[in-house]
Nanobody
């Protein structure tokens, strides 16, 4: 079982940056594909970014079109942590951001049978 704890959310002005962190428990963290999702008020949860599992420092990343070129996902297996660097933030990025861990899934399918964190609020003011 994996427990996930997100942090790093907050209030930022449009054009600013934030870095979210998701710390996972367990010695098999590297075997999990990791994803970031978000849910804005009144909207369904949507895929933001994901990485494949990684045995070392090499992994593949996938992004939603809405964040490509602005957000970067990365992972540090030595710290059991996945990050989401968010630059050039827009008010439309305002949402609760969740990380998810899963095995055998990629991209937006991560989390269907996996684990979720409790979420962290990101608010971007105009």
């Amino acid at each position: 079982q994996v427990q996930l704890v997100e942090s790093g959310g907050g209030l930022v002005q449009a054009g600013g940056s934030l870095r979210l962190s998701c710390a996972g428990s367990g010695r098999t963290f590297r075997t999990y594909a990791m994803g970031w999702f978000r849910q804005a008020p009144g909207k369904e949860r949507e895929f933001v970014a994901a990485t494949t599992w990684s045995s070392g420092s090499i992994y593949y990343a996938d992004y939603a079109d809405s964040v490509k070129g602005r957000f970067t996902i990365s992972r540090d297996n030595s710290k059991n942590t996945v990050y989401l660097q968010m630059n050039s933030l827009k008010p439309a990025d305002t949402a609760v951001y969740y990380c998810a861990a899963d095995i055998g899934r990629i991209g937006g399918t991560i989390g269907k049978n996996g684990y979720w964190g409790q979420g962290t609020q990101v608010t971007v003011s105009s």
